[in-house]
């Protein structure tokens, strides 16, 4: 039997090296993540979705694979799938340091460079802010695009930012931070927060900061570290799984900046699915509801993963309601025009054109000798005298 799985291995091993086989179909576990929903313009939407294998590594799969389902409903229309890498359209980062007086030294320093190498990374189309908190939380700076602007923006994340306090304030971070990210013109919106978990301070809950998050549907990834003890890891780990994001831990401060590379991995290998639910236009009820996406692997096996969206009610534009007054008129226009030409040809066929009575004024046939409705006679016409022919001349 041991022989028998040896060969086994050396036959699979064979077949991957020689690309018959693929490492995708052998891998057993799919993890889907559904990061955010986009669906301001419902019935319209558009979801980012991020598919890993067992070992955190983004996974290969065809648009095929994919389904869409909106409160248990199958959508029927068609589901467009792209990678996110691929898009032109930029996003919109909001960075949370954390820099209150227990994290001084080493661990603000490797936060601050791994700030710094995600300005690095990004896109000239995406754009940044960057808030820190310590005796309160600041802003260093914010909506900073990306182009040409890389090297001044890291002289002011060396500068601007200062370990100062002893009272963390994660929760305040997360909401301003979120409030920020709202304004942007950008469609999809990141939150990355760097942090021990501690919270000391913040005048909102944890509660109420779940509840701004999921209104405002932004992914929140986590990055914590420990300086001293523990910390308060596991909410760190609740917020990424709660918002759609992903919580990854530096086991030392020094690796904060590779943490923060796998996150912006992460956030760039993703699918962006775009499709239409069953409903019709201006369906949106502003009410929540059920948006899941499958993913069915090499094996059969359906992997899911669900999130509550608003379906927001689009208004009606100005343009819209002009148009659609324009073609009631017409409408009724063109009812009037047939009505009048459909009684005229039934006139016609009962033997009445343009005859009406002097009297009442009501159309009469025209074979009628007197008026039916108000009895009127029409007078005799006149008689004409004959003529007298001249005499004739003598």
Known sequence: MKHKHTALAIVVSLLLATGIVSAQVLTRDVFVRLNQIISAGYPKMTAYVSVTDENGRPAEVRPEQFAAY??????????????????????????????N?????????????????????????????????????????EY??????????????????????????????????AGNLEKSNKTRKVIVLMSDGRDAKSNYTQEEMFQIIEKVNIPVYCIGFTAFGEGSLDILETIA?????????????????????????????????????NKLFFAGDDKPHLLKITVEDH??????????????????????????????????ALVVFLFILRRRAVRRTIGISNRKCEVCGRRMKDDWDACLFCKWLPPPAAKKKPELSEAPKP
């Open 70 to 99: 909106v409160d248990d409903v199958k959508v029927r229309g068609p589901i467009s799938v792209k990678a996110a890498s691929l898009s032109t359209e930029g996003t919109a980062y909001a960075v949370i340091i954390s820099a």
């Open 101 to 141: 007086g227990m994290n001084s030294g080493p661990p603000l320093f490797n936060q601050q460079f791994a700030t710094k190498k995600l300005l690095d990374a990004l896109s000239p189309s995406d754009v940044v802010s960057v808030f820190f908190h310590g005796s309160e939380v600041k802003a260093v700076f």
């Open 299 to 332: 094996s059969g096996t359906v992997h899911s993963y669900d999130r509550k969206f608003v379906a927001v009610s689009a208004p009606v534009p100005i343009w819209l309601i002009a148009v659609a007054a324009l073609a009631c008129l017409l409408i009724v």
């Open 241 to 277: 799984r709660y918002t759609g994001g992903l919580y990854t831990l530096a086991r030392d401060v020094k690796d904060i900046p590779d943490a923060m590379m796998k996150i912006y991995d992460q956030i760039n290998r993703v699918f962006v699915l775009s499709f239409k639910d």
């Open 144 to 177: 900073q695009p990306m182009e040409e602007q890389k090297g001044p923006l890291r002289a002011v994340i060396d500068k601007e930012i200062e370990a100062k306090g002893s009272q963390p304030q994660i929760y305040d971070a997360v909401v301003k931070a």
